[in-house]
């Protein structure tokens, strides 16, 4: 149980990255002051909260609707995840999560973006609760042995919240701290630990797909 709990801290602090989404929250926040942008923190946080744990609680009930099995599942999954580990790798995500913080900037400007819209987006969707942490979370349920490993796994995500909650509000502390050079350093080796995580998840899709093909 104690593998099963690591394997999903480490999934899901990797895909979301609370500490790569200190600048992304910066620039979304530009010229607010402190008091609006931790109402903005706070608001982003609760909202993510609420859809990651529809997946958490429903994750299964989906797949069941939609015909799915937890091997297959498996198999989509770690493939969405090496994906994304590999933007990572490559310096793509992070790119592509600051082209997404700087055209909320840019529509905010000229609508008169409110706290509640950028709490939405981009903080809250896609930056949090993105399709590979929807994936990952409903992947980690599917997985976990027993009911109480599903409860941990509960643990395991309001930890990651709060840590995206504490990201936001050290982002400018965060920043100065880690510099450029450091936060390419890091996801680099964050994408590298993605990558084998999900490699894994597709190994035990296949091979539990071979063996139920097998009985």
Known sequence: MLDYFINAFATLFVTIDPVGLAPMFLAVTAGMNRADRRRVAVRATLIAA??????????????NVLGISVTA?????GILLFLIAIEMIF???????????????????AH????NELAIFPLAIPLISGP???????LLSGEAPDTLAYAGLGGVIAVILASCLGAFLLADR???????????????????????LSVQFVADGVLAFIGSQGG
């Open 50 to 63: 609420a859809i990651l744990l529809v997946f958490y609680a429903s994750g299964q009930t989906v797949l």
């Open 91 to 109: 310096g793509k995500r992070q790119e592509r999560k600051a082209e997404t913080a700087e055209k909320a900037v840019e529509s905010s400007d």
């Open 132 to 138: 590979a942490a929807i994936s990952a979370i409903i």
């Open 73 to 77: 599942f498996r198999v989509s999954g």
């Open 174 to 196: 965060i920043e100065r701290l880690l510099g450029d050079t450091a936060q390419l350093v890091i996801t680099r080796l964050l994408g590298v630990l993605l990558a084998a």
């Open 112 to 115: 008169h973006g409110t706290i």
